[in-house]
């Protein structure tokens, strides 16, 4: 399959007309002069007029984006180089002083087993959700496809998870999942299997497990969304061609439907393990991080320490190792798949 | 030619514009109209005075419904009676992290006039309360609270002065009465009585720590004896700053701890939130559960089942005397009351503010509090508060306070960031009794955060 984008004929196509439409360097010369001799333009050339009009057009587009980006480097990028500076500090995040204390910050991060806890399942939630989410709404973005009648009934119903906040999604499933009055251990004692019965959010074995299928619950809507638009792009007769040589449905998807996705699963899974990443609503809701420290992720220890235990400074350097994490993590996954977008 | 050019411009601008002007004019004028209609009904001297008023917030932590109560009752009194000051409640909702949500509203600016405190010393050191005026502390017992470094008092008790005597288990008395069971007198008559219950085929205790800080409830009356031995030198953990103790010494009552929680507590714990216990006892669930609202928990129960009839005790020591924690009234770990520095700053709202709490402080008020179940604060005029002693158990309660095996012992620690520590201690418990840990390694790791801590001052 190649990449529509690198069609030579439409480049070569769009090239000529750029060169129709616009006028060539000499094209302000007087009539019957060489083309080797040199002249001086009489008003503004047409190379400078359009440089002007470029120059004003760009700080007009300046000044419409001037006020977001005002508040996008007061908001995020200001707040977050001040982080770095406070993540070589002892700050409590609430005295007005504080003392440089280099990078000892980071070293009890990196000798915490704590910390290290946290990296372990902000990994699992973070990989297991965009593998799982991915996995499973492929599946149903291929069932979608397929649905013949009440398709927008069935699309609403994939969707409409995504619509509730994960906060809230989270303190209903805090109540299905309660060991003594919860409706999944009753049922389950009801059903004459009360061996079965577990404390899901208590038992430290499983408890992370649980926060991971709770976490796809929430994610799989858009990731859904993005796939089905994706499938429903594929051309038609690249499928009917591929039928018309022999290929049953297995092989359709596997050498035609499977390569036209390779976009939309970069950018799910990209979005998906960034929002793995940064799970917190979750975890705060589920378990406060516990029992203990068993299911705290990284964004929840940084939460915990800089906000609950008034170590500002602390927090902060994890927050810079998240950061590093999440950015290196992306973009070796993204650069990973993008080279299987263009194999494709 | 200039000048006429210019106003030419300007009638021009007010001509296009001369509709909305219009528009704006008629809508003031009928609002005016409006107004002027409903005055006529109130009396515009009531308008005056309520436009005179001061809003101030009140910041506290529900969670305990008793409390919630008083809050409300308390406050819907005070406005009504009050000419000058309005007070909005503020509750943050059970479950949350409180020293947390204080801190995102320190952040935010966003302080409310009057808090009810925790971590007071981190947030005096840090300038962010204000002095708690005469007129307000000359209505409380002295011994109710306490000054600070600089002279100042910044937090007043929102409750009776009972240290955590709240700290205790609550019981269902027709059980005890029915299977001939006796409230302990010493450790070893605890752990027989958790034996029996277990035998009959039921669950003894029930206790919570899907908070995390609810895991002291059982912790602190099982450690309570090893900490009072340091009573004299400022406190176990004074002592461990000092070097004269370490968590090496709290080894028996984590076992004790453990044991209990292996052998006794009824599954589900680590996931069971603070004020689902009362749920668990009262549904027969478990016979006893862990409490730190004391009274207030017995009042809880009574509301959701008028007829169970609740006791309450203490887990005593070996020697049967009931140790119990009373802190110096201020400190880290001393809650209260509090007028916050960014109010302070607003004349009408500090003066607003204090007018709440000397209305907090008068018998009316205590009364108030008393009739729904609460303790009412130690104020100057107690003897005229009528105790409220109609809630089943609270007889229990008061018989606690006149026990000659009571003893009070102190453990305070200055460092600053202490609740810190607590927290992860608190969390390095859990892991331990959940088994996720064990004791060596709890005690390794608590010593060497409390070393952290101490080092961090």
């Known amino acids: ?344 | 030619m200039h000048d006429a050019m210019t106003r030419a411009g300007v009638r021009a601008r007010l001509g296009r514009r001369s509709p909305w002007v219009a528009g704006a004019a008629g809508i003031a004028v009928a609002a005016l109209a409006l107004t002027g209609c409903s005055g006529s009904g109130s009396g515009s001297d009531g308008d005056a005075a309520a436009q005179e008023k001061t809003t101030i917030r009140f910041l506290y932590a529900t969670g305990d419904e008793t409390w919630n109560s008083v809050v409300d009752t308390v406050v819907k009194a005070f406005n009504e009676q009050s000419d000058t000051t309005t007070v909005q409640l503020d509750p943050l909702p059970a479950g949350s992290d409180y020293a947390t949500a204080l801190k995102t509203m320190d952040a935010t600016g966003n302080w409310p006039a009057v808090v009810d405190m925790r971590d007071t010393l981190t947030y005096v050191n840090a300038g962010k309360l204000a002095p708690i005026p005469d007129s307000v502390t000359e209505l409380i017992q002295p011994e109710a609270f306490g000054t600070a470094e600089d002279g100042n008092v910044y937090t007043v008790p929102y409750s009776a002065l009972n240290g955590e005597i709240g700290l205790n288990v609550v019981y269902n008395k027709d059980y005890f009465d029915d299977n001939d069971l006796e409230v302990p007198e010493t450790y070893d008559d605890f752990l027989d009585l958790l034996a029996d219950i277990k035998a009959n085929g039921d669950a003894p205790l029930a206790t919570a720590a899907a908070e995390v800080w609810p895991s002291d409830q059982l912790w602190k009356p099982l450690a309570a004896p090893y900490f009072a031995q340091y009573g004299d030198e400022g406190g176990f953990w004074t002592a461990a700053q000092n070097g004269d103790a370490s968590v090496e010494d709290l080894r028996e009552p984590l076992q004790e701890l453990l044991d209990i929680t292996n052998d006794y507590v009824l599954e589900g714990w680590q996931s069971t939130a603070d004020a689902q216990t009362t749920t668990l006892l009262v549904n027969d669930m478990a016979v006893m559960a862990t409490s730190s609202a004391g009274i207030g928990r017995l009042n809880d129960i009574n509301k959701v089942d008028p007829d169970f009839n609740a006791g309450l005790f203490i887990i005593p020591a070996e020697d049967g005397t009931i140790n119990v924690l009373k802190n110096a009234v201020n400190g880290d770990t001393a809650g209260g009351l509090a007028i916050s520095a960014q109010a302070a700053e607003d004349d009408d709202e500090y003066a607003s503010a204090t007018e709440f709490l000397e209305y907090f402080y008068q018998v009316d008020t205590a009364n108030l509090m008393e009739s729904e179940g609460w303790l009412a604060p130690n104020i100057v005029a107690s003897d005229e508060i009528e105790r409220n002693t109609s809630i089943p158990g609270s007889k229990d309660y008061f018989a606690l306070l006149e026990n000659p095996n009571l003893q009070w012992y102190e453990n305070v620690s200055d460092l600053s960031t202490f609740s810190a520590f607590n927290t992860f201690f608190r969390q390095a418990r859990i892991e331990m009794q959940d088994g996720q840990s064990s004791i060596d390694d709890t005690i390794a790791k608590v010593q060497a955060e409390f070393d952290k801590t101490v080092a961090a001052g």
């Not at chain 1, 990449?3 to 196509?13: E, M, N, P, Y």
């Not at chain 1, 587009?61 to 002892?90: C, E, H, K, R, W």
């Not at chain 1, 009360?194 to 929430?218: H, K, M, N, Q, Y």
């Open chain 1, 1 to 344: 399959m190649t990449d529509q984008s690198a069609l030579q004929g439409q480049t070569q196509v769009v090239g000529a007309a750029v060169r129709l439409s616009g006028e060539g360097p000499l094209d302000g010369a007087p009539e019957g002069v060489p083309d080797d001799v040199s002249f001086v333009p009489t008003g503004p050339a047409p190379q400078q007029r359009r440089t002007r009009r470029f120059r004003s057009a760009r700080w007009v587009m300046l000044g419409f984006i001037a006020p977001a980006l005002v508040v996008y480097l007061l908001m995020v990028i200001v707040p977050s180089l001040q982080s770095l500076q406070l993540s070589f500090t002892n700050w409590d995040g609430i005295s007005p002083d504080y003392d440089y204390v280099g990078v000892r910050n980071y070293e009890e991060i990196l000798t915490s087993g704590r910390f290290w806890n946290a990296v372990r399942n902000t990994l699992i939630l973070g990989l297991g959700s965009a593998v799982i989410v991915n996995a499973i709404s492929l599946g149903v973005a291929l069932m979608l496809d397929k649905v013949g009648r009440w398709q927008g009934l069935f699309r609403t119903a994939v969707y409409l998870p995504s619509l509730v906040s994960a906060f809230i999604l989270a303190t209903v499933w805090k109540y299905l999942l309660n060991y003594n009055f919860g409706a999944v251990n009753t049922f389950l004692r009801d059903a004459g299997l009360p061996e079965w019965a577990r404390d899901w959010l208590g038992d430290s074995s499983i408890v992370v497990g649980v926060i991971l299928f709770i976490t796809c619950f929430t994610l799989g809507g858009n990731t859904t969304l993005i796939y089905l638009a994706n499938l429903q792009s594929v051309p038609q007769e690249l499928i009917e061609a591929a039928r018309i040589d022999g290929a049953n449905s297995r092989q359709v998807f596997r050498h035609v439907t499977w390569p036209m996705l390779a976009g939309a699963v970069t950018v799910n899974m990209t979005l998906a393990m960034i929002a793995g990443w940064t799970i917190f609503d979750q975890v705060m809701v589920l378990t406060s991080g516990g029992p203990g420290f068993v299911s705290e992720t990284m964004a929840f220890f940084i939460y915990k320490v800089g906000f609950g235990e008034y170590r500002a400074g602390f927090g902060s350097a994890a927050a810079i190792v998240l950061f590093l994490v999440v950015i290196v993590s992306t973009v070796a996954a993204n650069a990973y798949m993008r080279k299987r977008e263009i194999q494709a």
